[in-house]
């Protein structure tokens, strides 16, 4: 299984972006996935994740970010508004046959795309 995320870029504050997320290989429809970040200097955090059609949420997205799934793509989302500063990272995508959130730990997720760059800057 491979997870290619792509969709970042710079965006001004109060800007929109869609990330994606597409997976290649035998994943299961049944899988969990996930969206975190990094920014410069800090750990990855939780940023959102996708059972089913329930969906979980960061404190800090809930409300602007929006995660959604086209299962017959393969394909995950993020569709993220009204961006700040704050919301510059790198974004990945996981997968997992769990739902570990909230606690993780993150890093026992089986599967992880590449990052995708976030910038949000005037």
């Known amino acids: 299984v491979q997870l290619q995320a792509s969709g970042g870029g710079l965006v001004q504050p109060g800007g929109s972006l869609r990330l994606s997320c597409a997976a290649s290989g035998g994943i299961e429809s049944s899988y969990v996935t996930y969206w975190f970040r990094q920014a410069p200097g800090k750990e990855r955090e939780f940023v959102a994740a996708?059972?089913?059609?329930?969906?979980y949420y960061a404190d800090s997205v809930k409300g602007r970010f929006t995660m959604s799934g086209d299962s017959t793509k393969k394909t995950v989302y993020l569709r993220m508004n009204s961006l700040n500063a704050e919301d510059t990272a790198v974004y990945y995508c996981?997968?997992?046959?769990?739902?570990?959130?909230?606690?993780?730990?993150?890093?026992?997720?089986?599967?992880w795309g590449q990052g995708t760059q976030v910038t949000v800057s005037s």
């Open positions: 996708l059972r089913w059609s329930m969906t």
């Open positions: 996981a997968a997992d046959s769990r739902l570990i959130y909230p606690s993780g730990p993150w890093n026992t997720l089986r599967y």
